[in-house]
């Protein structure tokens, strides 16, 4: 019997700690954090009493409960991609903008905000010339070399 509680306790553990990343609450947070504050807690009451293995299981499943419970409350930070950081863009990606046929000026801004750091050789800039990349683009990809 023993056994199957502990199997359930940790199955159980195992899926509140692995909560879907799309969930708009710290469900799983709080769970794993009040789980393991619980068995902790548990533990050493349990230990006091002679009974550690069972105060820790015991102490794990309240916390985790409770911790769920908490962090239903809690509401997550909205993610949309204007608040993520812009990442470098590549030399390619630099063409591929150009073929698309965005703008210097939407291309540098880009740039500037990725705080792109270029070190162009004189192949690069052969290239970028022959791909149609604009000499405004290039100059700004210099620049951001330092």
Do not use: W
């Not at 619980?38 to 002679?50: D, H, K, N, P, T």
């Not at 863009?89 to 150009?98: A, G, H, P």
């Not at 500037?112 to 270029?118: E, I, P, R």
Request: hydrophobic share 40%; glycine share 14%; with cysteine.
């Amino acid at each position: 019997m023993k056994r199957y509680f502990y199997l359930f306790f940790i199955l159980a553990f195992a899926l509140v700690v692995c909560g879907c990343a799309s969930n708009k609450t710290r469900v799983a947070e709080g769970a794993g954090i009040g789980g393991t504050v619980g068995a902790l807690a548990g533990g050493i009451i349990g230990y006091q009493s002679g009974h550690p293995i069972q105060g820790a299981a015991i102490g794990g499943v309240i916390g985790a409960g409770t911790g769920a419970v908490v962090g239903a409350q809690i509401k997550k930070p909205a993610q949309d991609a204007s608040s993520q950081v812009p990442v470098q863009l590549t030399i390619q990606q630099i063409v591929d903008l150009t073929k698309q046929g965005v703008s210097s000026d939407e291309i540098i801004t880009k740039i500037k905000a990725a705080n792109s750091k270029y070190v162009l050789t004189a192949d690069d800039i052969s290239y970028l010339q022959k791909q149609g990349v604009s000499q405004r683009v290039i100059e700004t990809m210099q620049a951001m070399d330092k």
